[in-house]
DNA sequence: GACGAGATGTGATCTTCGTCACACATCATT
DNA sequence: AATGATGTGTGACGAAGATCACATCTCGTC
């Protein structure tokens, strides 16, 4: 199988934004090329889904290119967003690895690339490939911090400042550091905020609205500028 | 080393609840054999500290005998419990394997008998014995999927009694079926399971009286007895 | 430039739970 | 039996935020 992207999976590696941390990165080049033996290349549009909670996993996903969304819902329609995946990363790792099925659903935001590796062809590469089998591990230990780190922000704070607060913050760590500022692109609408940290709509607004005013952030159209971090800081409570 | 415990690991899968699901079930003997030449055994007092959070992991635990408290505290002095951790379980193997700080305590509720693995012990050992790696792969993944659980409870449901509903529908399944209905041992006190749930503990008192009411629940004693299930899930809104 | 869809801003209620305050129960220890 | 320490039951109260209901605003598309 050869498809046009070959080596697609470790130059996926040099672009995305975590260099040298994703799944891909530094493995040994009779183990890249294994992996990109197995894979498939395809492209989604925008608002695409590429698996559905509860389903049993057919494998797993890399994305190359574009952002997907990460969500459970309820049944009676409330939605948690789990996060927002970046170039780069796996998604359902974990239920391939345990055989359980998805506990989310993955819908693209943007036109996306991707590669997807069936179950058992790489099930069958782990247990081939002794280090991937570690990355793998690694990997998953990454996710669960990030899972631990959700479960703080709904279960540990009191208020929804708090929770926002949390939140931009974590949100600047991928922002640059200017004279002004730590500055960052925030593509998600109040809703999908509020679908993060646990809150309504409406709250996410006015608390924003209330930083504003305090000039503890700025916006301007979907930049996010934090003047004064520590400030921030002392107001999630940390 | 020889430990009076001579393959202790490889026996506690004999004991433990979840039969050939735990970290060292089913290993090959040499492999088995490496890890008990690198643990260490010993025994804690109820209330002992086995790590905390914001630590540099020094390696893994492996619990064989007593019950584990993981939870995480805020500044504030509120607390969340991950997860209470039985026997044949293991401790901190997230953050030995991705080489980042504990993000939860870990505190025994009763005396302890458990095996440490040194980190570069452990790490050596992954790194040599391929099959190890994996199934460290699907331990982390489960524990993933167990947080996840934990995020769609603090975070996708509305009400108090639904929380508690789905909590006492999680611990029934490590119960046993009988003509009355489920039953389960709850050592747990309602200030505990309002740690897990998120919820303050007179909310807990107050629900559970409600459920008992509505005969949804019995309590006796330390023992829970869940007459009808599946009016307690149309409860849970599950 | 007009239209429409989605995103955002804001006010007015209404509910749920957290908090405080204490009474009572249970159990181990002396 | 007396004591104290923990756990549990219950009322009163208030505050935070969900919900509803609109009024803008922004931006892509025709």
């Known amino acids: 199988m050869h498809s046009p992207y070959g080596l697609e999976l470790t130059r996926t590696c040099e672009q995305c934004p975590q260099k040298g941390e994703n799944f891909f990165c530094n493995l040994s080049k009779s183990t890249c090329k294994a992996l990109d033996s197995i894979k498939f290349t395809s492209g989604y549009p925008k608002g695409a ?4 909670e509860e389903e049993m996993p057919r494998g797993i996903f890399v994305l190359c290119k574009g952002r997907v969304k990460l969500s459970m819902t309820s049944s009676e329609g409330k939605t948690v967003i789990l996060r927002i995946v970046q170039p780069g990363e796996v998604l359902g790792l974990h239920a391939v690895v345990s055989a359980r099925p998805y506990q989310a659903s993955a819908e693209t935001l943007e036109p996306c690339q991707v590669n997807f590796i069936r179950r058992d062809d ?6 081939e490939h002794a280090e991937a089998s570690l990355r793998a591990a690694q990997h998953l230990s990454g ?3 990030a899972a631990c780190e959700q479960i703080r922000s709904l279960g540990l704070t009191h208020s929804a400042s708090e929770k926002l607060a949390r939140f931009l913050l974590e949100s600047s760590l991928k922002g640059q550091e200017t004279k002004l500022g730590v500055r960052v692109r925030l593509t998600m609408t109040h809703e999908e905020i509020g679908q993060v940290i646990g809150t309504s709509r409406e709250t996410v607004t006015r608390t924003l609205s209330d930083f504003k005013s305090k000039h503890l952030v700025a916006v301007n159209g979907s930049t996010l500028l934090i003047p004064n971090k520590s400030a921030l ?6």
Chains 1, 2 share one sequence.
């Open 49 to 52: 889904v590429l698996f559905v």
């Open 233 to 238: 800081e002392t107001f999630a409570g940390a």
């Open 143 to 145: 996710r669960y911090q």
């Open 122 to 127: 790489f099930l069958r590469f782990l247990s």
